[in-house]
Structures are given as structure tokens and as C-alpha cells.
């Protein structure tokens, strides 16, 4: 079964409004987990690694102010995409380490902005 | 940048065997094989990883050439569930790392 849990699993929004995507760790705890996004035909672009209680840390090119990482414990990390526009249409993907050696992935996002 | 380089495409009929390869010349020794698949609009699965020995699970078995610069998945009896797009990636087995993610190659088994 699963382990790692991302909801929702696709969410359509008016352009300005902002979305919050959870994505959690079910038996397991994660100090560490990867946000991507991804889109038609291409691989997963890592955006960020969340470290539980301290600051995100994001790769270069990505608008920290426009995604927002947020993991205040050890089972949840959220991406708040914030006024979002067309152009953040995307599958967003999110991965916790279970047990130092191995990467599990959640199911994915599909935000349509309008 | 990826580490790893596969072929973008390749054709298996269901129940051969589909060998997929990988080339990561530039491998360190203390980076292991991953490899993950992706289904349409899902995230990836993992699949199977290893150091240096070859490795075999429930999914697949992984052989990797003894000077480690390329490996190959091997999915025994490949089936129609098998169409995906595989990635190989090489990361070192720490907590925390980042798994960057090459191009993969896509997989079209068929009947």
C-alpha cells in the first residue's frame, strides 16, 4: 500500500487564488522530503528539499516567495503555490526518505489554473 | 545535471523480457542504482536499487557491471502494467539526498 500520502489529487483554481498540497509520510516519520513538479511528456523537475523545522531549501530558478514549504512535523510537508497564474499549471510530486535509504513518492497533484 | 543516461524509448512483447539500460559513467563509490517507474499521471514507484552486487526482488532484478558505470534492469515476463516510463538515477544512500531525475526511458510493452 501506499506510504506516502499527497492530497489533493488534482484541484482546478481561478487565476490569483492560492493552493496548499499536503503530502504526508503514513508509517513511517520524515525528517526529509523533495517537492517536483512536472510537466506534459517531460521528467520531474526537483523545485525543493523540506527539512522538518527548519527553512526549505530550493533549487536555483524557483520563486521561494511563490511556493511556499512548510514542514512543521515529522509526517507533513506542504507546498502553497501562492497567486497562482496559468502558467503554475503543472503536476506537482512530492517524496519523503523512509529509513535513510529509501525514496517513496506520493500519487501527485494536477493544478489547472484558470 | 542527470548523472545517468538511457535510451529515450523501447519496445517489449508482453511476456519477453525487457532489459533496460543505463549508463552512469561518472558513478562515485558511494553511490547506489535506483530505479523508479512512472505511469501515466502517477508518481514513481520504486523498483529496485543497488551498490555493486547484482539484486533481485518480487519486480525485477538489476545488474550492475563490475566497474559500475552502467547498469540494466531486467523485468523477467514483462506485461501490458509494465508501459511506463523508467528512470535510473544514482544517489548516494544518505538521508537527505536529492534524487535528480534524467530524462528515463519509456517503456511500450506489447501485446
Known amino acids: 500500500g501506499a506510504v506516502v500520502s499527497q492530497h489533493p489529487s488534482r484541484v482546478i483554481c481561478k487565476s490569483g487564488t492560492s493552493v496548499k498540497i499536503e503530502c504526508r509520510s503514513l508509517d513511517f516519520q520524515a525528517t526529509t522530503m523533495f517537492w517536483y513538479r512536472q510537466f506534459p511528456k517531460q521528467s520531474l523537475m526537483l523545485m525543493a528539499t523540506s527539512n522538518e523545522g527548519s527553512k526549505a531549501t530550493y533549487e536555483q530558478g524557483v520563486e521561494k516567495d511563490k511556493f511556499l514549504i512548510n514542514h512543521a512535523s515529522l509526517t507533513l510537508s506542504t507546498l502553497t503555490v501562492t497567486s497562482a497564474h496559468p502558467e503554475d499549471s503543472s503536476f506537482y510530486i512530492c517524496s519523503a526518505i523512509r529509513g535513510q535509504k529509501s525514496l517513496f513518492f506520493g500519487s501527485g497533484t494536477q493544478l489547472s489554473v484558470l | ?111
Open chain 2, 1 to 111: 545535471d542527470a548523472k545517468t543516461t538511457q535510451p529515450p524509448s523501447m519496445d517489449c512483447a508482453e511476456g519477453r523480457a525487457a532489459n533496460l539500460p543505463c549508463n552512469h559513467s561518472t558513478i562515485s563509490g558511494n553511490e547506489y542504482v535506483y530505479w523508479y517507474r512512472q505511469i501515466h499521471s502517477q508518481g514513481p514507484q520504486y523498483i529496485i536499487h543497488g551498490l555493486k552486487n547484482n539484486e533481485t526482488n518480487e519486480m525485477a532484478s538489476l545488474i550492475i557491471t563490475e566497474d559500475r558505470k552502467s547498469s540494466t534492469l531486467i523485468l523477467p515476463h514483462a506485461t501490458l502494467r509494465d508501459t511506463a516510463v523508467y528512470y535510473c538515477i544514482v544517489s548516494p544512500n544518505t538521508g537527505g539526498f536529492k534524487t535528480i531525475f534524467g530524462a528515463g526511458t519509456r517503456l511500450f510493452v506489447k501485446a
